[in-house]
């Protein structure tokens, strides 16, 4: 069984530009979630979608958003890009998301710098 | 945004000992996990707990879910090398997941 696939590995953008980042989960998963993971902050939540609609919401400004497709692949963008978000973006996907055990499966991650 | 207290933060053990890390809440979770992160890779789940006074392992790996509900444990023991990494707890409440709240993290050094 093929587990979560994120792309791009890695990515080097400039200051206010944006980006978008891709996830496959798991198949059969319904649920997806997005962290970004920093040296200060550690891993932070930041959306889950599930069946094409945002579930939760975690603490970051309105120029990080997401979105779920039909076959549960999803995706985040993020606008206007700041030094401060250079991170690893982690998705992980779930059977239920919310509604089920909280087992979740990362992937590898996708290495943003922002220069 | 909210994190759970995780201690220690780092560990240098020799090969064969037995390691011991925590995590404690401010607020009652609905489910504990244990993750284990490589360089270069996502965190991988080790173990999921689910009652409070649960106890559950996975091989060397030994976990509780607190009684209280807001902590939990996790013993590895006899440890090898292929065990260096960073350990991450992480909790979730009732219905919320898909949000996990995690701890910093303790990092694991073993000396063969």
């Known amino acids: 069984k093929a587990g979560v696939t994120q792309t791009p590995r890695y990515l080097i953008k400039t200051r206010g530009q944006q980006v978008t980042l891709s996830c496959s989960p798991i198949?059969?998963?319904?649920?997806v979630s997005w962290y970004q993971q920093t040296p200060g902050q550690g891993l932070q939540f930041l959306f889950e979608?599930?069946?094409?609609?945002?579930?939760n919401k975690g603490n970051f400004p309105g120029r990080f958003s997401g979105r779920q497709f039909s076959n549960s692949r999803s995706e985040m963008n993020v606008s206007t890009l700041e030094l401060g978000d250079s991170a690893l973006y982690l998705c992980?996907?779930?059977?239920?998301?919310?509604?089920?055990?909280?087992?979740?499966?990362f992937g590898e991650g996708s290495r943003l710098t922002v220069l | 945004g909210q994190q759970l207290n995780q201690s220690p933060q780092s560990m240098f053990i020799q090969e064969g000992e037995d390691v011991s890390m925590n995590c404690t809440s401010s607020?009652?979770?609905?489910?504990w996990l244990w993750y284990k992160q490589d360089p270069g890779e996502g965190p991988v789940l080790l173990i999921a707990?689910?009652?409070?006074?649960e106890l559950t392992s996975n091989g060397r790996l030994t976990a509780q879910f607190g009684i209280t509900r807001k902590d939990s444990f996790l013993n590895i023991s006899a440890s090898i090398p292929s065990d260096v990494g960073i350990y991450f707890c992480?909790?979730?409440?009732?219905?919320?997941?898909?949000?996990?709240?995690f701890g910093q993290g303790t990092e694991l050094s073993v000396k063969p």
């Open positions: 607020s009652i979770f609905n489910t």
């Open positions: 198949s059969g998963h319904r649920s």
């Open positions: 707990l689910y009652k409070a006074g």
């Open positions: 992980a996907s779930s059977l239920e998301g919310g509604l089920g055990t909280g087992e979740l499966f």
């Open positions: 979608y599930f069946s094409e609609t945002q579930r």
């Open positions: 992480a909790g979730s409440h009732y219905n919320q997941g898909g949000k996990l709240i």
